[in-house]
């Protein structure tokens, strides 16, 4: 049977020919309100009362400043994680269906908006000295490392990283035979 039977083809997912529209708007979503939150935050005056959950910090590390000794070796990781995620979700997770393009689109929208933190940063840009954290949560038993300051990015990309595991868990789609598609051999 000859390649160029379309019937022969087996069909395209919808969820992979449709992945922008699962993508995109998480993705844009979480870029954009981290950046607008913490532009309109760390803009306010020094002397604005601002609820205790909120924390306005600037952090050259990672979670609980891990590495911040180092910020030119966290900026260097981030580019280099950057399109090595962009480049795993599109050649493994964008075909898969709408949960995990939800999921890469926050972890990617998150990890560009925390990436441009730390670009501007190192460039000098913007007065940044790191990464705008601002939620602050105590959960009260765990004193002696509270939950570190984090920002809307930080919540994209964990929130991603949580549906990416709970769909480990999800049971595999039984294989469907393609009917009518049978092989033809010359010999």
Do not use: Y
Request: hydrophobic fraction near 55%.
């Amino acid at each position: 049977m000859s390649g160029s039977d379309p019937a022969a083809t087996p069909a395209t997912p919808a969820a992979f020919r449709h992945w922008g529209r699962w993508f995109w708007p998480v993705a844009l979503s979480v870029l954009v309100l981290d950046q607008l939150t913490k532009w309109w935050l760390f803009a306010l005056p020094g002397n604005t009362r601002l609820p205790t959950w909120i924390l306005p910090a600037q952090n050259s590390g990672v979670a609980w400043s891990i590495g911040h000794q180092w910020p030119w070796a966290v900026t260097l990781v981030t580019a280099l994680l950057l399109p090595a995620l962009a480049w795993v979700w599109w050649r493994w997770f964008r075909p898969l269906g709408a949960w995990e393009n939800l999921a890469f689109g926050g972890i990617l929208g998150g990890a560009l908006g925390n990436g441009f933190d730390r670009a501007c940063a190192r460039l000098d840009l913007f007065h940044l000295r790191g990464v705008r954290d601002f939620i602050n949560i105590d959960l009260g038993f765990w004193p002696a490392h509270p939950w570190p300051t984090f920002n809307i990015a930080d919540a994209g990309i964990t929130g991603g990283f949580l549906v990416l595991v709970a769909l480990t868990f999800r049971k595999p789609k039984a294989a469907t035979a393609h009917a009518g598609i049978v092989a033809v051999s010359d010999r």
